[in-house]
């Protein structure tokens, strides 16, 4: 079995910073990759970044140059690092991990979500 569980959502005024992590546990042979995703109220969840087990990243284009995402493989966590946060980057945000396990299981894992709210 394998949990990932984000934290570090909240409410923050509109050009402040929010920092989310992202932790993934249990039976973890290998993590390839790890990623933010977002889902605003009545829009589709939505790609924010992402970081291979090669070190490349990927950012929305509304992300770049505002959130950085960075990786530690030893505690098999992803953080996203929120800066200049405007009120359209209200939404849940949640990670993503692509994980073989140890019975040699390639599987997408998602965490429960967690809250970011920018009031402007």
């Known amino acids: 079995q394998v949990q990932v569980v984000e934290s570090g959502g909240g409410l923050v005024q509109a050009g402040g910073s929010l920092r989310l992590s992202c932790a993934a546990s249990g039976s973890i042979f290998r993590i390839v990759a790890m990623g933010w995703y977002r889902q605003a109220p009545g829009k589709q969840r939505e790609l924010v970044a992402s970081?291979?087990?090669?070190?490349?990243?990927n950012y929305a284009d509304s992300a770049k140059g505002r959130f950085t995402i960075s990786r530690d493989n030893a505690k098999n966590a992803v953080y996203l690092d929120m800066n200049n946060l405007k009120a359209e980057d209200t939404a849940v945000y949640y990670c993503?991990?692509?994980?073989?396990?140890?019975?040699?299981?390639?599987?997408?894992?998602w965490g429960q979500g967690t809250q970011g709210t920018v009031s402007s």
């Open positions: 970081h291979n087990a090669g070190g490349a990243t």
């Open positions: 993503d991990a692509d994980i073989y396990t140890t019975t040699a299981a390639w599987n997408e894992y």
